[in-house]
């Protein structure tokens, strides 16, 4: 019924970790802050470590062959853990006034006793913490000379480091330090006339490279024999056209770096004569690793070519360009795009010769492993980076199989129902138990590729931030289909956004396959241009994609379909037009209609504003664009800028089902709830208040909390907790809202909730008049009506805090709600609707209780059983999707961040369903023995009425 | 009702009447002979079987009036179990309501075969009628009384409007915070 998924994201570090052979091991850490160790064998995560959003991974090395030391958050954490356990050993915090590149250096021979140093440059200082506890043995700072650390080197097999930097953009620092303790034994400086810029590439331990401010002249500076010496060496001497983007590539080669240059990468070494020479040019889809140094002090490489459908690996010894240790070539699926990294490592074959394998990285974030020309493992670590999900019905099981198909499965069903059969009536023998398990265990009911009546079996369609969507199965969440999104060629770094519902088949269009909507941006400017991809949810196939001229700042999707069931879009550009997606003539005609009734809304946080639109004309241009039209603005909310700052807006689900509009309370009461689509809440605090808890005083700290109209612009209710600050999580469903924010005068999380209740329609009571139908209850209404309306709340302390609220919805809306809460841990907690309800009170009446109203507690309840993730964890929780089954009372769960977990919820009970272990079996024995008995107590009462009529 | 059918079977199978038994002397064109009194007459010849008719019709009309008031003990004891069975909904007192319903609503249906037996030109059975129907009537409101009080019957504004669905918007909206 439910399934969790572990994933830990793209890679960017790996070390392995195969010194001791049986524990074949290489530890990552991701782009998601994850820390895991990884079974070389089978991709397996032995153990993981999520660190928080902002404790970005800087760099990862092992130390002492049995710490994996890790350096995050910009430099300023330092921690080991436990190779074989993973648990975290010691942690410090090293401080430092200003910012730089952090560098993490673990060299193996500077020991003392047991002990060895390692090297970390951050903050524009070098700290030296010993492996063992973390201490900090010494500091220096050279922030306060102004220079810029650039690289911190070991001089072979001795103490001593040299430590290089720029002061500003022209001269060159470079430091002899005693890395014992900390001494500094000579220090040379130089001034380069040309500038440098960009980074610096280690060429040997006495001799680096990079670019003067023109990029076009490659700069070597030795420091050896204390003595700073430049030399300049123009790209196009070496023959190559030095115009458009150069930069030099971090890597580790000795005597050789690389330089990239427009579309490719040139491999250049350093002469023994101190001359540079180009070895070999290749395109920039190729990617190289660092040095990995293996017996003896030989070194090797490896470089990843593309060619067609394979990639070509070849593993070269350092410094020997044309000499080839390994060469292989293998398949690759072309959904995985590009190798992006590549991490080598080497075993010793049975014949004591070297073998090699690569760990590779590709563009969608997928992890393989390769090793004597095959891929050992894979790992779709894509999933853990998940943007946007949406649902997709499967398809409907199809009438006309083929004869011997339906022979083998209807005597498979014979089969295995015999089998059931016994089992129920204990007559199985332990061979047929074992096959009834197998039946289970296998449950292919569960994860069959078609509909079900229940509507539990569906696809998860998820787009990541590898631009890849994949469509995992919500019966055992296997990935169906993925694609990686097709990328053009005018658009160079295209980022997505966001998935719609594009095409749901329903009723008169069931033969198309429903189609989701792609909505992605070429670069990251609300600026650029947007792109539109359709994507078939049955075959995974990119059935369109589109480059458009103009930008998508917001997506709305219409309550309108065509003829074929496509749901028409309107895209908003940074110019405030809106375009009209599918551009199709119907399109424009059920638009034309609804033209008066269609408005849309921006919240400008930034500035504190909120405006409200209505479609005024198609567009002027020079350009004649039919489906363009430009808007004007009907209202707007300006919060003033010194008191309030807009920090959550959240309105209802488009697709959300409400079953009535009418609360009865106990009294027989009846209240009439306020439902509209086009409701808004936004939170504001006080701009003091808006950073972490605990930066303001309760006194200078407020929220305030709107529920605005978005059609007229009227604020409908407006309250304010002073002392208050967040940050709000909301989540607006039917009549009622629940927000979640910090109380700093009580030091306490709270909850609230506002419910809002139609005043004008609470005439509506006379029976008569209702049970003839003599009211305009349901009768459109216009948010220009302006109705009375009522809000009630209540507020609760709530222990923890938030990462994620959303709610429970069900097919028809007649299942009560339960709010999931995705807490701190990573966890999902389930909470009853009726728990946040303002009719609480202390002493409710008999009549309350008999409804279900919950006496008033200062705080909600955690109850540990009503996790809904168990005991699992969704690490780096982000999102929480509920989508209704077609079973009333079921609702699917969708949760997502590193991890994906899925379950099915039931917020009262299965009361529409019977539960799994129902003894069918008993029920037709049942039936069958009271139809016996109607039978035979019929013939007996005939005999016996024929009797009395003879007498 | 066995003894009415008693009453009818232990009569002759069938009889020709040849007194005259018209008491009005207009009918005849002759009229009686003097000295002749025709009530003596009719009195001498058939004073026994007028007797037992009349005690027959007398027993029968008894009887009806019986027959009639008979759902009164009925109504009682159903206000008792009605009492007893609480105002909470629950198996035992829907069971109750239901049976209490069914009872006069059945008997209402009955009515003249109830009555049959009593059919007789000298009886009276209307009165009977409109008692017996009364009662079952009084049952019959008992038992809504009670569904009332159960609160089956709707008859709150709530039980009207719990099924109405969200009126629908003209308008429509979309937007929010920029997409990033």
Redesign the interface.
């Known amino acids: 019924m439910d399934w969790h998924q572990q994933y830990i994201g793209k890679v960017k570090h790996a070390v392995f970790h195969t010194q001791k052979t049986g524990r074949k091991r290489v530890v990552v850490s991701t782009e998601e802050n994850v820390i895991a160790s990884l079974d070389l064998r089978h991709g397996e995560i032995f153990w993981r470590h999520v660190l928080g959003i902002n404790d970005v991974v800087d760099g990862i090395d092992i130390a002492l062959g049995k710490y994996v030391i890790t350096l995050s958050s910009d430099g300023s954490t330092l921690r080991a853990w436990n190779l074989p356990d993973g648990q975290m050993v010691w942690e410090s915090f090293l401080r430092g006034s200003k910012h730089s590149k952090p560098l993490l250096l673990v060299p193996t021979n500077l020991k003392v006793d047991k002990d060895s140093l390692i090297l970390v440059s951050s903050k524009g200082c070098l700290h030296a913490v010993s492996s063992i506890d973390g201490e900090i043995l010494w500091t220096r700072d050279f922030a306060a000379e102004s220079v810029e650390v650039q690289q911190v080197i070991q001089l072979d097999e001795s103490d001593q480091i040299y430590v290089v930097g720029y002061a500003g953009s022209s001269q060159f620092h470079a430091y002899q330090i005693n890395a014992m303790n900390g001494e500094l034994l000579n220090h040379e400086t130089a001034a380069f006339s040309g500038g440098f810029v960009g980074d610096v590439a280690l060429v040997s331990s006495d001799t680096l490279v990079t670019l003067d401010t023109t990029r076009s002249i490659l700069v070597t500076v030795s420091f050896k024999n204390r003595k700073i010496a430049f030399q300049e060496t123009h790209l196009s001497n070496l023959g190559e056209d030095s115009s458009g983007m150069v930069e030099i590539l971090p890597s580790s080669l000795t005597g050789m770096f690389t330089v990239k240059i427009n579309n490719y990468k040139l491999f250049i070494r350093l002469t023994s004569e101190d001359k540079l020479e180009v070895v070999h040019k290749v395109d920039h889809e190729t990617v190289v690793s660092d040095a990995l140094v293996f017996s003896e002090g030989k070194e090797a490489f490896a470089v990843v070519e593309h060619g067609g459908s394979k990639v070509d690996i070849t593993v070269k010894p350092g410094q020997d360009w044309n000499n080839n240790l390994v060469q292989e070539s293998i398949e690759m699926d072309h959904q995985r795009g590009l190798v992006h990294k590549v991490f080598i490592n080497n075993y010793l074959r049975t014949d004591r010769s070297h073998g090699f394998r690569a760990l590779i990285v590709m563009e969608d974030h997928s992890l393989l492993l390769v090793q004597q020309g095959k891929i050992v493992w894979n790992r779709e670590d894509a999933l853990a980076s998940i943007i946007d999900v949406t649902t997709s019905e499967l398809p409907v099981e199809k009438e006309g199989v083929s004869v011997a198909k339906v022979e083998h499965s209807l005597f498979e069903w014979l089969k295995g129902h015999m089998l059931k059969l016994k089992g129920t009536l204990m007559l199985a023998s332990p061979e047929d138990v074992a096959a009834i398990q197998a039946i289970r265990l296998k449950s292919s009911e569960k994860s069959k590729m078609t509909r079900d009546h229940n509507g539990f079996r569906k696809l998860l369609i998820v787009l990541t931030k590898a631009r890849k969507i994949f469509a995992l199965h919500s019966g055992d969440g296997r990935v169906v289909w993925s694609l990686l999104l097709h990328k053009s060629e005018a658009c160079d770094s295209p980022t997505e ?2 998935l719609y519902q594009w095409q749901t088949p329903h009723h008169h269009a069931m033969d198309e396959n429903p189609s989701v909507l792609v ?1 992605g ?1 070429c670069g990251v400017s ?1 600026k650029a241009p947007a792109i539109l991809s359709f994507v078939d949810t049955y075959t995974g196939k990119e059935l369109n994609s589109f480059d458009l001229v103009h930008s ?8 309108f379909t065509d003829s074929t069931e496509q749901r028409l879009h ?1 895209l ?1 550009d940074d110019d405030r037009r809106i375009h009209l997606y599918p551009k199709t003539s119907e399109a424009i005609s059920i638009f034309q209609q ?1 033209f008066s ?9 930034d500035n504190g504003i909120i405006k ?2 209505a479609v005024k004309s198609k567009c002027a241009g020079e350009v004649l664009d039919d489906f363009c039209f430009e808007t004007r603005v009907l209202w707007s909310i300006i919060f003033p800028m010194e008191s309030e700052k807009i920090i959550a ?1 959240v ?1 209802r689900k ?1 697709n959300e089902v ?5 609360k ?1 309370t106990s009294e ?3 209240m ?2 306020y ?4 409701l ?1 809440f936004v939170a504001t605090v006080a701009p003091k208040a808006s950073g972490h808890i605990g930066s303001a005083d309760p006194d200078e700290a407020w929220l305030v909390v709107y529920l605005i109209d ?2 007229t612009g009227r604020i409908l209710h407006r309250m304010t907790h002073h002392g208050a600050q967040g940050p709000v999580h909301a989540v607006l469903s039917e009549n009622w809202v629940v927000y979640h924010y910090f109380n700093l005068r009580a030091h306490r999380y709270e909850m609230s909730v506002t419910e809002i209740y139609d005043q004008s329609r609470a005439e ?4 008569l008049k ?2 003839l139908g003599k009211h305009n ?7 220009y009506s302006r109705p009375e309306i009522t809000t009630k709340s209540q507020t609760y302390f709530f222990t923890h805090s938030v990462k994620a609220v959303a709610v429970t919805s069900t097919a028809k809306g007649i299942t009560s709600k339960q709010l999931l809460i995705g807490t701190i841990g990573d966890q999902v907690l389930a909470l009853d609707k009726r728990f946040l309800d303002p009719r609480r009170s202390i002493n409710p009446t008999q009549a309350e209780k008999e409804e279900g109203i919950i006496p008033l507690a200062d705080s909600l309840p955690i109850i540990p059983q009503s996790y809904v993730t168990h005991s699992l964890k969704v690490e780096g929780l982000r999102g929480i999707l509920t989508v209704p089954a077609k079973l009333e009372s079921t609702t699917l769960v969708f949760a997502y961040g590193v991890d994906l977990f899925y379950t099915r919820l039931a917020p009262s009970r299965t009361y529409d369903s019977l539960t799994e272990d129902f003894s069918y079996a008993l029920l037709l024995l049942t039936i069958v023995a009271l139809v016996a008995a109607i039978f035979v107590t019929w013939v007996l009462s005939e005999k016996k009425e024929l009797r009395e009529k003879w007498r | 009702m066995e003894k009415g059918k008693g009453v009818m079977g232990s009569g002759r199978r069938w009889a020709v009447d040849f007194t005259d038994n018209s008491t009005t002397p207009s009918t005849r064109d002759i009229a009686d002979p003097p000295g002749f009194s025709r009530a003596s007459q009719d009195q001498d010849d058939s004073t026994l079987s007028r007797q037992k008719k009349d005690a027959e019709a007398n027993w029968k009309s008894q009887k009806a009036w019986e027959v009639a008031q008979a759902p009164f003990k009925n109504l009682m004891m159903m206000g008792f179990m009605m009492w007893m069975a609480g105002s909470t909904v629950h198996l035992f007192s829907i069971g109750i309501t239901f049976s209490a319903l069914w009872q006069p609503i059945s008997a209402l249906q009955g009515v003249g075969k109830v009555f049959e037996p009593y059919k007789d030109s000298k009886v009276d059975l209307l009165g009977p009628k409109l008692l017996f129907i009364a009662l079952n009537l009084g049952g019959l409101a008992l038992g809504v009384w009670k569904l009332n009080t159960l609160g089956l019957l709707p008859t709150h504004a709530s039980d009207w409007v719990s099924s109405l669905p969200p009126a629908l918007e003209v308008e429509y909206s979309g937007g929010g915070i920029p997409l990033q």
């Open positions: 956004l966001n909505v941006r609300s998508a700042v917001q997506v709305m999707p219409l309550p309107l908003v609804e009734n269609i408005y849309w809304y921006s919240v400008e946080a409200g639109h807006a309105s488009q409400v079953h009535t509009q009418a009865v027989q009461d009846v009439y709830k439902i509209s689509k086009n808004l978005t059609i509506n009571k006379d029976v209702l049970v209850l349901t009768a459109p209404v216009s948010s």
